[in-house]
Each structure stands twice: as structure tokens, then as C-alpha cells.
């Protein structure tokens, strides 16, 4: 099992990314999936969520309205569009999927599978 995240960068304040978190060795529709990042100093946080039953999203109040988190269980690959980034944005972000249960799940032990990290770096 596997999950490959990637486009991560340098971008400007104010500017937009996408990150791309490919799965292989499960299939993406079974689970909940998350995204994750660590600023420098402090701990992973969760920062969007799409529930594996019914599609329903959460996004940290930071976040919310600036990401959105989305999967295409086809290309078994789930993707964080990021716009008006900030310098607080800098982080490592990491992709996380656990075996679906309808349950909303926050707590970085409560997932399964993780990705490597894609750092964000946003400064002008």
C-alpha cells in the first residue's frame, strides 16, 4: 500500500496550488480520506476531511473557504486545491486515508495509511 503525494513548491502569498496524493494498493472509494500539515515547531493537524460515506467535507476553520478537498475514486487519487495562500500555510503536508466507518476522524493515530509529505512553502 502507498500513497504518493506530490505539487508541493514555492509560491507567492496570495497564490494557488494543487497537491496530488496517488494510491495504489487499496482503493481510495473504501476510505476516509484527509489532509494533513506540520508547520515547523508544531504538531500535524488536520485540515480537510471527506467522509468516505456520502461525500461530506470538513475543513479547519484556517482553511475553509481557501481549500477544498477532493477525490476521483477512477484515478484512485485524492487532491487539496489550495487558493489565497498565506505565509501561515507553510507547512509539510501529508495525504492520510482510513478504513471508512462514517465517522469524522481528526487525530493523526487514527489513520491507516499516510503519504510522504509535500512541503508548501509560501513567501514573496
Known amino acids: 500500500v502507498q500513497l504518493q503525494a506530490s505539487g508541493g513548491g514555492l509560491v507567492q502569498p496570495g497564490g494557488s496550488l494543487r497537491l496530488s496524493c496517488a494510491a495504489s494498493?487499496?482503493?481510495?472509494?473504501?476510505?476516509?480520506i484527509a489532509w494533513f500539515r506540520q508547520a515547523p515547531g508544531k504538531e500535524r493537524e488536520v485540515i480537510a476531511h471527506i467522509f468516505n460515506i456520502g461525500g461530506s467535507t470538513y475543513y479547519k476553520d484556517s482553511v475553509r473557504g481557501r481549500f477544498t478537498i477532493s477525490k476521483d475514486d477512477t484515478e484512485n487519487t485524492m487532491y487539496l486545491q489550495m487558493t489565497g495562500l498565506k505565509p501561515e500555510d507553510t507547512a509539510i503536508y501529508y495525504c492520510?486515508?482510513?478504513?471508512?466507518?462514517?465517522?469524522?476522524?481528526?487525530?493523526?493515530?487514527?489513520?491507516?495509511?499516510w503519504g510522504q509529505g509535500t512541503l508548501v512553502t509560501v513567501s514573496s
Open positions: 492520510a486515508a482510513v478504513v471508512g466507518d462514517g465517522l469524522l476522524h481528526l487525530n493523526a493515530d487514527e489513520f491507516d495509511f
Open positions: 494498493g487499496l482503493h481510495l472509494a473504501r476510505y476516509a
